[in-house]
């Protein structure tokens, strides 16, 4: 699994990229299109157009870091949306890299009072 900062924001880009990109295309598009900083030790993820690939990229402290996933069965879960970026948790974060729907999570029961 990817090494998350406690600090460090997830970000996931809505729409479609080209999968052929290496870090410099994907932090380019991470400027332009998400106004963001590829350099500051957030997570940016991309997904290509089949569904079946993401591709992320961080600043690790040292060093430009690009990681690649591609589902042998299934398709990673993405926002509709054409545009934007979405922030997303660890634990959306966590759920998306094995293929699980994120977006329709349901917390679990809370009592309304104590005792």
């Keep these: 699994m990817i090494p998350v900062l406690a600090d460090a924001k997830i970000w996931l880009a809505a729409g479609v990229t080209d999968m052929r990109r290496g870090f410099n295309g994907l932090a380019a598009q991470t400027e332009q299109v998400l106004a963001g900083d ?19 990229i961080w600043w690790d402290g040292q060093g430009a870091c690009l990681f690649t996933k591609r ?45």
Aim: no cysteine.
């Design 38 to 56: 590829p350099y500051s030790g957030h997570l940016f993820l991309f997904r290509g157009r089949r569904g079946d690939q993401i591709k992320v």
């Design 71 to 115: 589902l042998e069965q299934g398709r990673f879960i993405w926002p509709a949306a054409k545009e934007g970026k979405v922030s997303l948790s660890r634990a959306q974060l966590a759920m998306l890299m094995e293929g699980i729907d994120w977006r329709i999570l349901k917390k679990t029961w809370r009592p309304s009072m104590v005792g």
